[in-house]
């Protein structure tokens, strides 16, 4: 959409209060989710309902009504967004609203597959713990940068010797058919698709493994892929410029998207 949503009001996104309020988003003190939309739906909604609010009290900030949350995002479900982002944080000293859409990845990008680079930044903010999703992400926005800088998708990174996740993803290791992704006490986020993908493969008989990853464990890894709201279950091909696996989207890790978006429609009641 053209319009971004704010405290009730909508506002053209290239007027100049949309954008210096996008533009300072991540400065705020607040908390905010990406989600998917499909079907006039919020896939997970009350998942991620439930962690903004967590993300608002560890910043202080005092969690709308949900009533309010949900009506905020109403018209861009109506009118067919798919990506989401939606933020809370303190302005002008009360809690504020800010919704917008989100851009996803066409069908080419997941028969190309990303790239990353791999980072050793120094130091990882994890203060708040891997169940909130604050507004404070400089640390991130940095590592994106990064990626950008070097012509990639993602930067994934290391902290104390052991793989975390990317600027913007959690991460998924396939090895001899056999699935891992960093454990929560590697520092990573508990993302809702993390969480989301791991029951899916449990629940296809497969039994996914939350372990402590290194380098090492990342670059034997037979396929990658990458999760978050926007992207759902994306391969990773090139990985510091060399090919992962042999450089294309992996049998496995598109059966764990084919089962994944599945569930997408399932769960929005598509199908």
């Not at 609010?53 to 560890?58: E, L, P, S, Y």
Request: charge should be positive; glycine fraction near 10%; aromatic fraction near 8%.
């Amino acid at each position: 959409m053209d319009t971004v949503y704010f405290n009730g009001s909508w506002l053209p996104r290239e007027s100049s209060k949309a954008r210096a309020l996008l533009n300072k988003l991540f400065s705020f003190r607040g908390a905010f989710e990406t989600m998917r939309g499909c079907g006039g739906k919020v896939y997970l909604l009350e998942r991620h309902l439930n962690r903004l609010t967590k993300g608002c009290v560890a910043a202080g900030v005092r969690p709308p009504d949900r009533s309010l949350l949900k009506k905020s995002l109403s018209s861009f479900l109506a009118a067919g967004e798919t990506g989401l982002r939606l933020a809370v944080f303190s302005y002008q000293g009360k809690p504020a609203i800010l919704v917008s859409s989100r851009q996803r990845p066409d069908e080419a990008a997941y028969a190309k597959g990303f790239t990353a680079v791999l980072l050793k930044p120094a130091g990882h903010p994890n203060s708040a713990g891997p169940h909130v999703k604050s507004l404070q992400r400089a640390f991130y926005t940095r590592l994106a940068r990064q990626a950008r800088q070097k012509g990639s998708d993602e930067a994934l990174f290391l902290s104390k010797g052991l793989l975390v996740e990317g600027s913007r993803t959690n991460i998924f290791l396939i090895k001899d058919a056999k699935v891992f992704t960093p454990a929560l006490s590697s520092g990573c986020l508990e993302g809702i698709t993390r969480k989301r993908v791991l029951d899916l493969l449990k629940g296809a008989g497969l039994k996914p493994q939350e372990a402590r990853l290194k380098k090492e464990d990342l670059f034997s890894s037979d396929e990658i892929f990458l999760t978050n709201a926007l992207i759902g279950v994306m391969p990773l091909t090139r990985l510091c410029g060399k090919a992962v696996g042999r450089g294309r989207p992996g049998r496995l890790t598109l059966s764990v998207r084919k089962v994944y978006e599945n569930d997408v429609e399932k769960t929005c009641a598509i199908l």
